[in-house]
């Protein structure tokens, strides 16, 4: 399994940007496909989650409203679509693959495969 993550950069705040997950050799008992981040200094969190079955989708209280995580099933991909960000959403943003999926939470332990990440720098 790998999870190549795209579309990180350095942005304004209030602007917009889309991060891209492909996953490759996704067996079918991995049907979450989520995003988290990690700040510098702080612990990695879940941001969102889709299930690949069905159109659940889980966000992070902090994010919810500016973000959205739509998927191309065909192509086995996930996006972040971040919208009005500010400089506390600066963080390394990583994919990630696990086998079940909440509708309440988003924890690291729960996922088997990751990325390696891809930056995003909100500053004016």
């Known amino acids: 399994v790998q999870l190549v993550e795209s579309g990180g950069g350095l942005v304004q705040p209030g602007d917009s940007l889309t991060l891209s997950c492909q996953g490759f050799?996704?067996?079918?008992?991995?049907?979450?496909l989520g995003w988290f981040r990690q700040a510098p200094g702080e612990e990695r969190e879940g941001v969102s989650s889709i299930s690949r079955v069905e159109d659940a989708t889980y966000y992070a209280d902090s994010v919810k409203g500016r973000f959205t995580i739509p998927k191309d099933t065909a192509r086995n991909t996930i996006y972040m679509q971040m919208n009005m960000l500010k400089p506390e959403n600066t963080a390394v943003y990583y994919c990630?693959?696990?086998?079940?999926?909440?509708?309440?939470?988003?924890?690291?332990?729960?996922?088997?495969?990751w990325g390696k990440g891809t930056l995003v720098t909100v500053s004016s």
């Open positions: 990630a693959a696990g086998r079940y999926y909440s509708d309440y939470v988003l924890l690291p332990g729960g996922m088997e495969y």
């Open positions: 050799g996704l067996t079918n008992d991995l049907y979450v």
